[in-house]
Nanobody, 127 residues
Framework: QVQLVESGGGLVQAGGSLRLSCAAS????????MGWFRQAPGKEREFVAT????????YYADSVKGRFTISRDNAKNTVYLQMNSLKPEDTAAYYC??????????????????WGWGQGTQVTVSS
């Protein structure tokens, strides 16, 4: 199994930027695709972005496309989420998770296809 720990959240004004990190430990020799999800109070956990093992495939939710960038450094066992032009509606707890491989189609947005969830990092965007 792989263990995931998110960091980098905080309080930022609208229009600002944050970079989240997701550090993996454990069975990191296995090639995983990775995803970022977020959950606001009282709402379902929703898909944000995903990246393949080699980083050559990425996919974003429409709500963050053009503002967020997912990347990874496999030598450091870390996945990143660069968030620019933040909006108050981006306020949520952000979680990373692993998938066995790159997922095709709409299934890549399904949280039930991911596992190894971290504890989350809170992002709060003030207006």
């Amino acid at each position: 199994q792989v263990q995931l720990v998110e960091s980098g959240g905080g309080l930022v004004q609208a229009g600002g930027s944050l970079r989240l990190s997701c550090a993996a430990s454990g069975r990191t020799s296995i090639t995983y695709a990775m995803g970022w999800f977020r959950q606001a109070p009282g709402k379902e956990r929703e898909f944000v972005a995903t990246i393949s093992w080699r980083g050559n495939n990425t996919y974003y939710a429409d709500s963050v496309k053009g503002r967020f960038t997912i990347s990874r450094d496999n030598a450091k066992n870390t996945v990143y989420l660069q968030m620019n032009s933040l909006k108050p509606e981006d306020t949520a707890a952000y979680y990373c998770a692993a998938a066995r491989s790159w997922i095709d189609g709409t299934a890549r947005q399904d949280k039930y296809n991911y596992w190894g969830w971290g504890q989350g990092t809170q992002v709060t965007v003030s207006s």
